[in-house]
Structure formats: C-alpha cells, structure tokens
C-alpha cells in the first residue's frame, strides 16, 4: 500500500506523539477533522494505527503484509540470476537432451556463432521431439527451438517480482536474463530467473526476522 504526502504526515505525528486525538492531529495540520477522518480510517484499517476510544490514535507499526510486499518489490534480478545453460545453434536435438539431463534444468538457451541469445529450448520442446522417432543425433535443436521475439525475457534492472508475473502470464518456466545490443538487434545473455529462483527468494524473504 502506498500512502499519500498527509498520511505520512499523520502517521509521523502519531509516532512521536501518540496518543493523540483526531481533533489534536488535525491541529497540527491545520485541516478539520471532517477532513482528515478518511485518511484515519485508511491507517486504522491497514493496520498502521490503532484506535482507543476517548484516548486517541497509538502508532501499531507497519503491517505485516505491506512489508512483505514492500520488500518483495526492492528484489532484482541481477542479484538472483543463476548462469544460464546454453548450447550452440548448431547441436543437435540429441546433444540438447544429453545436456538437459546432466544439468537437471528445464531450459536450454541457445546461442549463435558470436554468443548471443538465439534461441530457447523447453523439456516439452526435446520430448515432443523425441516422440517423433526422428534421427535426433542430426536434427539440429534450431529446428524446435523458439526464436525472437517470441521469446519472453528479462533485464537485470528489472525486479524478481515482474520477473515472477512474466512466468506466470507466458506460463514458462524460465526466463533469459538479457541486455539488449545494437538496438536489440542482438541479446546478450547474462543469466536465467526460474521458478525455483523465486521460490527460493520467498523463503529467504520469509525467513528475514525484520519482515
């Protein structure tokens, strides 16, 4: 929840005075307290600040929720992202399910001559291959893979928190960490944010005693 210039103002006047009456708080602003009785009821409600009949507003501290989300919204990618497994443009459909297994991952990116993004490779992608009883050891993975600007990504400025809402919006599995280059032309590959990334940064959020 993210409050206004006054309700900041209130809660401030709270914390350094409280208990304090309606009718003192709008004093201090030189506002009514007709005027000021939403903003309190907002606070009160959100849990920010609680009321005792004839003795005032006491200052409850954040809540818990809007700290959670609060702090959720300051995680960002580039401080979460794992090294991206990649094979080159030209491996075969075989070679990308030998290596899909040895990482034990769900993606494969793939990556042209000089390095850059070309291409992503799904465990759904490689087993639909597979099932069709093709020469795998000479289908090169171009072939299956999804190519740009079909493919779903994500920057390092961005938070783990969009990060999030894009695997759930393109229901994927993991997302390439990128910085576009020669007005995008090309993407550089910098990482990968997954599922289990995220996962893993609840519980660490969970597990922060000041949240």
Do not use: W
Request: net charge negative.
């Amino acid at each position: 929840m993210e409050l206004t210039k006054r309700q900041e103002q209130i809660l401030q006047i709270v914390k350094d005075d409280g208990p304090i009456t309606g009718e003192q708080i709008a004093e201090r602003l030189n506002l009514t307290r007709a005027t000021l009785r939403p903003d309190l009821s907002i606070l009160t409600m959100s849990g920010f600040l609680d009321a005792r009949p004839r003795v005032g507003y006491f200052y409850a501290g954040r809540p818990a929720h809007s700290m959670m989300s609060e702090n959720l919204h300051k995680l960002i990618v580039n401080d979460y992202k794992a090294m991206p497994i990649v094979v080159p443009e030209s491996s075969s459909v075989y070679d990308a399910i030998v290596t899909l297994f040895l990482e034990d991952v769900g993606t494969l990116f793939i990556v042209n001559a000089k390095g850059f993004l070309a291409g992503v490779v799904s465990r759904k992608d490689l087993l639909r291959a597979s099932l069709g009883n093709q020469a795998l050891e000479t289908m090169p993975v171009s072939i299956i893979m999804t190519r740009m600007p079909n493919i779903v990504t994500c920057t390092p400025e961005e938070t783990l928190y969009q990060a999030a809402q894009k695997l759930i919006d393109f229901a994927i599995d993991s997302l390439p960490v990128v910085r576009p280059l020669e007005e995008g032309r090309n993407m550089e590959l910098l990482g990968r944010i997954t599922k289990t990334t995220i996962t893993k940064a609840f519980v660490e959020l969970g597990n922060d005693p000041t949240v």
